[in-house]
């Protein structure tokens, strides 16, 4: 165990002192400012791709952008490009690409003295080493932001390494000490008016809640998210949190029907104005199956109808299929 806490205070103390790029010193050529103007014209022009739907045309063209600051030695601008096209490759879910940009602006986060640039790079890091579970790798990476952040009082920055944290503690099966890290994070949001960081850590910890088969602490804290994401107009965060808590009753002992009813209503209406079509069938079929259990059989066959009415409008012939025989044996078993 010792030399585990070895091998990972190595491992921090490492990042911290990454190699400097290989340009020398910070000195930005400023007879050269018609490159410099011309990085920054690509970089908005890559914002304004990537608004239009064309990710990939954005990372080339802010690849294009660090080249000409790489001629000035502009490493502050190159290094801020570099965290939008590892951002960019995050959300296209290249992994490998990704973790080589954060890779470069952590190096020069630390050529520059960036502590605030640095932290965000490890954590991004600490996430992508997660999602591609390779937990260990995600403590190294988290530890260094902790360590850096937390003396600082970065509080944004501190909170999102102590949910990483806790994910990792969650992956091990450590459920307690991940929900240690979760609610200590949740505070450190507070200052800084991060709700959204908020409701996705509620998430986390009803999550892990969830895993002790604490349901009543699982509802609470599935129950937080889902009013955050009402606050926040975040459809995203609502449907997690809806179908978690949808989960959570029926895990339950002695479900309560009834507010799983309400919440499966509610699902179905956001899906409906996400233009998610298969989650609005499934949840009005499972609806219809909640009616036909309560002895609701005229709520029963409205709410398969209206199922199976949505996948004749999406031509999905097997939810047709099972919704047509569901209707059919309402019909035979209560005429």
Do not use: C
Request: no cysteine; hydrophobic share 40%; charged share 20%.
């Amino acid at each position: 165990m010792n030399w585990n806490l070895n091998r990972l205070g190595i491992s921090v103390a490492l990042l911290l002192v990454l190699p400097l790029p290989l340009w020398g010193q910070r000195i930005v050529r400023w007879e050269r400012r018609d490159y410099r103007n011309e990085g920054d014209r690509l970089v908005v022009l890559g914002h304004d791709a990537l608004r239009s739907g064309n990710p990939l045309g954005a990372i080339a063209v802010w690849k294009r952008a660090n080249s000409y600051y790489q001629r000035v030695n502009d490493q502050l601008a190159y290094s801020r490009t570099l965290g939008l096209i590892a951002s960019t490759y995050t959300q296209l879910r290249s992994n490998n690409e990704a973790t080589q940009q954060y890779m470069g602006q952590l190096r020069f986060a630390n050529t520059l003295g960036d502590t605030g640039a640095k932290v965000v790079a490890l954590n991004q890091l600490a996430t992508l080493a997660l999602r591609t579970d390779n937990a260990n790798q995600a403590l190294v990476y988290s530890q260094a932001a902790l360590t850096l952040a937390a003396p600082l009082e970065l509080n944004l920055a501190t909170a999102d390494a102590l949910q990483l944290r806790g994910r990792i503690a969650a992956n091990y099966g450590k459920t307690l000490d991940a929900l240690r890290f979760y609610y200590t994070s949740i505070p450190l949001r507070y200052p800084v008016g991060d709700r959204r960081g908020e409701g996705y850590t509620y998430l986390l910890s009803g999550d892990a809640q969830l895993a002790q088969e604490d349901y009543r602490n699982a509802v609470l804290d599935y129950g937080m998210a889902l009013s955050t994401g009402k606050i926040l107009q975040d459809r995203t965060l609502m449907s997690l949190a809806s179908d978690r808590l949808i989960a959570a009753y029926l895990q339950q002992p002695r479900p309560n029907e009834f507010r799983v009813e309400d919440l499966l209503q509610n699902r179905t209406s956001l899906a409906l104005i996400q233009g998610d079509l298969p989650t609005a069938i499934a949840s009005q079929q499972f609806l219809g199956d909640l009616y036909q259990e309560l002895g609701f059989i005229a709520k029963a066959r409205l709410a398969y109808q209206q199922a199976y009415d949505l996948a004749l409008s999406q031509r999905d012939l097997l939810a047709q299929r099972q919704l047509y025989f569901r209707l059919r044996q309402v019909e035979r078993d209560y005429p």
